[in-house]
């Protein structure tokens, strides 16, 4: 089992940033890659980055790229979530995820398969 928990969630004001973090647990806890999606009201979960765990390699959704930047702390287990230069449009709950298994190009950014998740948190930005 793999319990995944996030936090730094909240309100800001557009232009604003916040920082997420996702702390896992588990003896399970082996991951290939993990990533940061978002659901808003009405439309589909969507990822937002991704790393892999081991070699630091990361991916971003086209929305987001040049204002958020993924990384992880191996040691204790986390990875986090900068994001900067806030726009409405990125109001949405956040779920940190973790895939354990060997994933390879597209399959490494969908969310189906990932094995575990967190809550999520709260983020909304204002106008």
């Known amino acids: 089992q793999v319990q995944l928990e996030e936090s730094g969630g909240g309100l800001v004001q557009a232009g604003g940033s916040l920082r997420l973090a996702c702390a896992a647990s588990?003896?399970?806890?082996?991951?290939?890659?993990m990533g940061w999606f978002r659901q808003a009201p009405g439309k589909e979960r969507e990822v937002v980055a991704t790393?892999?765990?081991?070699?630091?390699?990361?991916f971003y959704t086209s929305s987001v790229t040049g204002r958020f930047t993924v990384s992880r702390d191996i040691a204790n287990n986390a990875m986090y979530l900068q994001m900067n230069s806030l726009k409405p449009e990125d109001t949405a709950i956040y779920y940190c995820a973790v895939e354990l298994h060997l994933c390879l190009g597209a399959g490494c950014h969908n969310g189906a398969y990932y094995d575990y998740w967190g809550r999520g948190t709260q983020v909304t930005v204002s106008s």
């Open positions: 588990g003896r399970a806890f082996r991951p290939y890659v």
């Open positions: 790393i892999n765990w081991s070699g630091g390699s990361t």
